[in-house]
C-alpha cells in the first residue's frame, strides 16, 4: 500500500467543516483522541533510513504501522504496512523485547472525513490545526482546490518534522508533542512574560 498525502495549516475549524460539507464530505469518525508512539532501534537505525515503526492507540483501537523511506514531490508518498493490533501494552513489550525502545511521542484530536472515494483527516494537534488530503495526486489536487487550499500551502512534512520545526521556532524543550508537554512549555512562556511586565511596572516607579 502506498500512502500518497499533503497538510495544509487550518485556522478556522469550523470554517473547513462547512467547506467539506460542501464538497460532499461527511464525517466518518468524528472528533478522538489519538497517541502515536514512535519506535526504534538503538543508535537511530530506522530514523537513519527515514523509516518510521509507529503504535497507534486511536479512540479504543490499535494500529501498528510501518512506513518506507519517503518520496517528497508535490506530495508525499511512501510504502506503507499496517495492521490492527489487539493488545497494546502487549505489542509494546513485545517491540521492546525486540530491542525496539519508544523514541517520539505525539498526541492529536482526530476527525474523518470522506467523499466515498478518499480521505481527509483533520487533527488538532498540541502545535495547532492540520488538515491531511489523502488519495491518489489528482484527486488531492483537485479536493485542496474545493477547500481553498493553494499548492504553495502543501506541507509534505511529517508531525515529527513539524514539531522539530515548531520548537526551533519557539525555542521550546518540550521532548514529546503532547499536550501536556507543549502545554508545560507555553505556561513557563506565559509566567516569563509575566515576571518580565512585572519587573518593567516596578522599574518604571
Not at 479504543?60 to 518506507?68: D, E
Not at 472525513?113 to 489523502?134: H, L, R, S
Request: proline letters at 2%; glycine letters at 8%.
Amino acid at each position: 500500500m502506498r500512502e500518497i498525502e499533503i497538510k495544509f495549516r487550518v485556522a478556522d475549524l469550523r470554517a473547513l467543516a462547512r467547506r467539506l460539507r460542501g464538497s460532499g464530505f461527511r464525517i466518518v469518525t468524528p472528533r478522538t483522541h489519538e497517541m502515536n508512539t514512535l519506535y526504534d532501534l538503538p543508535g537511530g537505525v530506522l530514523r537513519g533510513r527515514k523509516e518510521l515503526l509507529r503504535l497507534r492507540k486511536y479512540g479504543s483501537q490499535w494500529k501498528l504501522t510501518h512506513k518506507a523511506k519517503k518520496k517528497t514531490g508535490r506530495h508525499s508518498s511512501r510504502e506503507e504496512l499496517e495492521t490492527g493490533v489487539e493488545d497494546g501494552k502487549q505489542m509494546d513489550a513485545i517491540l521492546r523485547a525486540l530491542g525496539y525502545s519508544p523514541s517520539f511521542r505525539y498526541e492529536k484530536f482526530r476527525a474523518e472525513w470522506t467523499d466515498g472515494k478518499a480521505q481527509v483527516v483533520v487533527d488538532e494537534t498540541p502545535i495547532g490545526n492540520f488538515c491531511e488530503i489523502e488519495g491518489a495526486p489528482r484527486w488531492i489536487d483537485a479536493t485542496a482546490k474545493k477547500l481553498g487550499v493553494r499548492e504553495v500551502d502543501y506541507i509534505t512534512k511529517n508531525y515529527a518534522g513539524l514539531f522539530l520545526d515548531w520548537k526551533a521556532r519557539t525555542k521550546s524543550r518540550a521532548e514529546e508533542m503532547t499536550f501536556k508537554a507543549v502545554n508545560v512549555y507555553k505556561s513557563a512562556q506565559k509566567h516569563a512574560r509575566q515576571d518580565g511586565l512585572s519587573y518593567f511596572a516596578r522599574d518604571r516607579k
